[in-house]
């Protein structure tokens, strides 16, 4: 019985959902109080009925219950406990039930938090997370119902892809859609400001923790998406420009410039019209991801059109939405009052200049993205749009982008002298021209634009940190009066100076990856040696190995560091039994900042093993970055204050300089 | 019914998160200038803070609260006065949207759900079929025997009636085809690779099917299984005059105790009504349609009491009325099936005293006398077609 209310409580989520639609919108637009008021009630109802639904699913799939389709489809007696979990949403219907889950969740959370938001908007927010909900709900249940029932229930399961048997399946897909699914909160207050024809720095200030939460999400998640793809696929690498990474990955970007452009907005009243598009797109760009990964459409664009049933549902709703909020803004956006005016060298201009890029780069990506679906359609060829193409037309849109980031903040709001910023970070450019010089000599030479990509890396790093050493006037101050100074600074300032180091954190891991990774392929006999990068990687045979649910075979690596010193690696080989699928483990061992990789290949008739060795130098950095600018976005969420930004101004005196120095 | 129940509470509670703000919330006139004000007394504590900091000197702080002071201006003249709720339409939206709620639920989910089907988790699935539960348990031990030693003729003999019987009928085959491989001399071996091969085909005896069937005969002329087939093929391939031929042919050849006759007859008449030709001569008052319906639906036991009880009349009627040798038949075979083959040896006795002047009557029920002492009890003669190829094979 556990199944059917699970499935019921689901259809009175969706029930209601059309509740919260309509009535706090309708209240709205009444001015009646009670009516409002449904809006928070009902979207927690929602949340509790969603999740019923979730747990109910959850528990079918923990008992392995096979009449229900899904987790026949999905499941095997005898997976491991932890699979059986993450398995629920480790396929379509489990996976959409738990979007939904988030969506429920996210329009709770305004819900509970929201009491300091004006009872209007705040209706018309919940009104527009209904629709979104209500589109998703009849989804579900129209075409991926996850509680269709099976008579006579089989004794076995499909069991899940191996593939996704993974630790990191069990966190990274929920990271994303917390992501994904947060921006529909920007999104709802985008709308609701559009329908009431108000928006103001007050609003942007209701906006921004949002941004920011979902923001913090999908950076986690794309991260951990990245280092899943890393180690589980056996192919040593840590992005791949796959059609899903980019469906999440242009959210990110759009999202980013969205974050920027609420944070002017909440300063400074300015760029009203950038946040909203921005809102829009980036909940659209969400959906579309969601489309592209959940339609099926990547894997063909035939398969689609022969099963469209999903994927025109999706469609629809895409339609519906980026359609419907874009009409609503060219109608509504002209009315919009302009906010504060700024001069084109000024904090707002930087921040135009990083909207400007930011959202360039995920055109490019998109193109990318979809330029092959687009060619199957019309003309039934396969192709792949891959790094080359991403590599020439997003890398230098980044460029300019990474050079401005140390000196986007130092520059002072409405109006600014550029000069003195750049002055400030002489030493920053010093120390940058260091990093290329030495890389050139370490390295002879060869690759003249990995050294100037380092010196890139090390300008944002050093150069995020500059506005904190200023500030706190270290190596000027005292001791004390620097401490004190650095633990005054707000900490909004911390999130702002870690996020960015963590992107030039990122950059360094990416470049010298990419430039100075060393592979070696061999095929050995028992008691052969491979070596790289003066690791000498000893073969010593192959164990077979029974798991729960799969048996493998484990290469014996014995591995001498130039040192000396030796440690053990073990790589395998295994074939899932209810698929009879196999996958390759790969296996890591990190050596400072560093990786050594290694992944198997086929065994010979003669017993000889390909043995594929990867030599990863900084590329741990990659993720490390990731969780820098993960920190620096819990940082600034924690500081709950508003953000005031205080105009220079036009005329000077002699304490005005100096305090114009310091603002 | 425990369900709806339930989910009666469920839409209970689903409706409270509706109707309590209705009732709990007080109608207050929020003003939007209070909260505008909010808004501009916060920034300008952020300002006057930094000003106390030092981080900004006087001047620049004034000219910033100038600049607030000017937005809340503005925001203040930008927000009109609230008007008057329509009480009327709100108390409807409300009403509607109380009303939606069990309206949309029970609707899409009549649609959808299956309110009746229990939860069939495994663990509670494993504890009901303990004996499935062995049998597939012997059947993956005979699997990884044979896959170490795939040349064990006896394994892949024991094992392919097992398959069919679990309804593996594609394995099945594989079994017997490898007992053909290893011991061509098997009896009955092509036959019963056939026999699965149209299983596996649903019934239809296919031409590899018949092939086999035939090879089968020639090396071993008697096998009733596979002029059993033969005869279906006939009757598949739409030759129906030849397939009553060969059923005439079948159904002579055996007794009534063979397993097969009942199949054969009904195929036999079948394929007769389709041809045109007068049905069997055989008069048989058997049980009706609706007998055997009702048959169907009962639980093992109540079947067994519900044949018991039909046997018991048709004994009954034999008492009155001895001379029907077919019904003396049908009741020594009933008793055979029933296990009770000390009422079999009676009944057969009492057949014999009755109708002593028939010769062919009293050899057929001694040779059934002499089987049931030899026996003791009365097993299906190997080779004879199994129930479920013969049920099968209706679907023509």
Redo the contacts between chains.
Sequence with gaps: ?????G???L??A???S??QS??PL??AR??????M??G???S???F??TL?AFASLTS?YV?????LENVWANSH?AKPMLYKVTGVWGNHEGSMLLWVLILAFFGALVAWFGSNI???LKANVLAVQGWIAAAFFLFI?LTS?P???L?P?P?EGNDLNPVLQDIGLAIHPPMLYLGYVGFSVTFSFAVAAMISG?I???WA?WVRPWALTAWLFLTAGIAMGSYWAYYELGWGGWWFWDPVENASFIPWLVGTALLHSALVMEKR?ALKIWTILLAIITFSMSLLGTFLVRSGVLTSVHAFANDPERGVFILMILMLFIGGSLTLFAVRAPLL?AGGLFQPISREGALVFNNVFLTTAAATVLVGTLYPLVVEALSGAKISVGAPFFNITFGPLMIPLLMLVPIGPLLSWKRADLYPALQRLFWVAGLALLAVIVTLALTSGEPVLASLGIGLAVWVMIGSLAEIWTRAGIGKASAASTFSRLT?LPRSMWGTALGHFGLGVILLGVVTVSVFEQESVAEVAPGETIGIAGYEIAFQGMTPVTGPNYTETVANLSVTNPSGGVFALKPAKRVYQARGMPTTEAAIRTIGFSQLYISLGDVSADGKLVIRAWWKPLVTLIWIGAIFMVAGGMISLTDR????G????ARR?V??K??DA?? | M??WI??AL??IF?A???L???F?????A?N?VE??KA?YR??KA??EN?LA?G???G???R??IA??SR?LI??VE??SG??????A??RV??LA?VI??????VA??LH????Q???????A?QGENLESQRIEELVARAEAHLAAKPDDVRGWQVLAPVYSRMGRDRESAQAWANVLRLSPQTPEVRANLAESLVAVAGGVVTEEASRLFNEELETNEASAKARFYLAMAKGQEGRHEEAVERWDELISGGSDLSPWMEAARTFREESARLAGIAPAPIDKPGPTAEQVEEAASLSAQERNEMISSMVANLAGRLEEDPSDREGWKRLVRAYIVLGNNDAARASAEKAIAANAQEAAFVAEMKSVLGQLQAEGSSPPPAGEPSSEAGSGSNAQ
């Design positions: 019985m556990i199944n059917e209310l499935h019921f409580a259809v009175l969706f029930a209601l059309l509740v309509v009535v309708a209240g009444l001015g009646n109080q009670k009516l008021a449904v928070s009630s009902v927690t109802g929602m509790v009925f019923l079918a008992t392995s219950d096979f009449s007696s004006p009872a209007q249940l119902n509680f269709a029932r008579s229930a004794f108000r103001d720095a007050a200030r009243e009052k005054g204050r508003l953000r005031v205080i105009a220079r101004r005196t304490a005005g100096q305090a310091l603002s | 425990t369900f339930a989910a469920l839409m689903a409270l998160f509706v309590t703000p209705l709990a919330v007080r109608e207050k929020e939007p909260l505008d808004v916060a920034r952020e300002i930094d900091i981080r900004i000197d001047e620049t702080a000219a910033a600049e607030e937005k503005a925001a930008q927000s609230s008007s008057l709720p329509s009480l339409l709100s939206i409300a949207g939606s709620v069990p309206v949309v639920a899409l989910y959808s759900g299956n309110p089907m229990p939860d069939q988790r495994l663990a699935r």
